[in-house]
């Protein structure tokens, strides 16, 4: 039975930020351990202060919230683990590099890695684009020797943009059909949005931060700098080819990509229907990475010089690293579900919805406060999206603009309660003051940048 106490749910949203700075930067429990505490913590919180929260509750659901956080990412992580490893161990990741080098420069090395985040980001959900990334930013660093914090900041904020802003990435599609809005001109708006708020957190933020933080290249993904280090010394002929070297993340990118193909062809061809169910199951992240995760071992194996039980050792190191990623990433979702269930972005979006302000303005501002009290990107944009449809006829502007304005406020201020906050820090190999700096900051960025920029377009074209 809960206690009776004068209370609101951002009561608890204020004590359960206590908790998880005393617990992950006071006391400096391991990631995992802090995180879980955290989440049961908010769960006796939420049995003394809601009425129909029971005490089974509070860990019944940190179970569930961790369990559904494993059965999204775990499979990706731990391919992603296996990819990783394998890239960066054959060689094919430094491959990779000298192929952007030879085309743009080892001067425009931050603008290859932001491209090309940024492009894979569309049909590729955020986390999935980071893993596959993150082996080039390392290895990047590995041959220039320097620049890891700017590495680190373009590709996360490459993903970070394309995940808020432009369809078919989940989250912006689900906010354009809850509103509504025309989907291709979402896609255009969001494009023409990303891509200053990727500019502006990535390159411009990125090169700022990396003159005042330089952030060493640890071991991380189960690969030591020593490794990485000597790799970068081979000559080109002891690599893998460049198209042997991408395969693991074309076939990623083109297997996932299928499936959204196909939702949008299939409008037009409905016959394309008779393939669905293939294309359903090798688009699925889980298959698709597993596929990849086996043409990036296949490639370690042939160009290591380790037997066949050696070779299955070292990709168990990096399952056993993979396996502590996933550990942390959930955690962080099961903290942000219970705080979620206290009904933190309820009350904020009550308190919100009779402030007399633009719509625009009021929808970042509504996605930015659920964002940063419950964590997901996802949930805060489809959060706001549910308060807003109804306003849409009032517009004075075309609706893909108010879809941008939610997608910026729910990309704000990534920390503690965010799985994509404990993905960054532990695939990167950087410690959570670096990942409060640099992906804290950019995600930030972005969410200012993208209000500002929609504010601006549709002063100058409403298109109402």
């Known amino acids: 039975m809960a206690i009776e106490f004068a209370h609101s749910p951002l009561l608890t949203f204020v004590l359960a930020l206590v908790a998880v700075i005393l617990l992950l930067v006071v006391l400096d429990l391991p990631a995992f351990v802090g995180l879980i505490i955290a989440a049961f913590f908010v769960g006796i919180l939420n049995v003394a202060f809601l009425p129909d929260f029971a005490p089974p509750q509070a860990a019944e659901e940190v179970a569930a919230a961790f369990g559904e956080g494993m059965a999204g990412i775990g499979i990706p992580i731990l391919m992603a683990a296996i990819i990783g490893k394998s890239m960066l161990e054959s060689g094919a990741a430094q491959r990779i590099v000298r192929a952007f080098q030879n085309l743009l420069g080892e001067e425009n090395s931050d ?9 894979l980001a569309i ?11 993150a082996p080039l930013a390392r290895s990047m660093r590995a041959r ?15 993903a970070a943009t394309t995940h808020v802003f432009v369809p078919p990435t989940p989250g912006p599609l689900a906010v354009a059909t809850e509103l509504g809005v025309n989907l291709g001109m979402t896609i255009l708006v969001g494009i023409a949005t990303a891509i200053p708020a990727a500019l502006a957190a990535g390159l411009l933020y990125g090169r700022w931060i990396n003159k005042r933080l330089d952030i060493p290249l ?21 690599l893998p080819s460049v198209l042997e070297s991408a395969a693991p993340i074309v076939l990623a990118v083109v297997l996932v990509g299928s499936l959204t193909a196909l939702d949008t062809f299939e409008q037009v061809y409905p016959s394309l229907g008779v393939v669905r169910p ?23 194996y042939r160009y290591s010089a380790e037997d066949r039980e ?29 705080l979620a269930a206290s009904g933190i972005g309820d009350y904020i979006t009550g308190a919100l919805s009779q402030v007399g302000i633009p719509l625009i303005v009021s929808a970042w501002l509504i ?18 999206a549910g308060i807003m449809a109804p306003q849409v006829p009032e517009l004075a502007v075309h609706p893909a603009f108010l879809a941008m304005a939610i997608g910026a406020g729910g990309n704000i201020f990534s920390w503690y309660n965010d799985s994509g906050f404990w993905l960054v820090k532990e695939i990167g190999g950087l410690t959570q003051a670096e990942t409060l700096k640099t992906w804290t900051v950019l995600t930030t960025i972005i969410s200012v940048t993208g209000l500002i920029v929609t504010l601006v377009y549709t002063t100058v074209l409403p298109m109402a």
């Open 111 to 119: 603008i290859a890695l932001w491209g090309s985040s940024s492009v």
């Open 123 to 133: 049909p590729v959900f955020f986390d999935s684009v980071f893993y596959l990334m």
């Open 144 to 158: 220039v020797g320097r620049d890891y914090t700017l590495f680190i900041v373009v590709v996360g904020a490459g």
């Open 218 to 238: 640890r071991d991380a993904m189960a690969t030591s700098t020593d490794e990485l280090e000597e790799l970068a010394q081979r000559s080109t002929g002891q």
């Open 278 to 300: 293939y294309i359903s199951f090798l688009g699925d992240k889980n298959v698709a990475l597993t596929i990849a995760a086996l043409a990036a071992a296949w490639t370690f």
């Open 310 to 338: 050696e070779w299955t050792d070292e990709l168990t190191e990096a399952l056993k690293s993979g396996g502590n990623i996933a550990a942390i990433t959930a955690a962080g979702g099961a903290f942000g579900a219970l």
């Open 367 to 384: 996605a930015a406060i659920v964002r940063v009290a419950q964590g997901s990107a996802t949930a805060a944009m489809l959060t706001t």
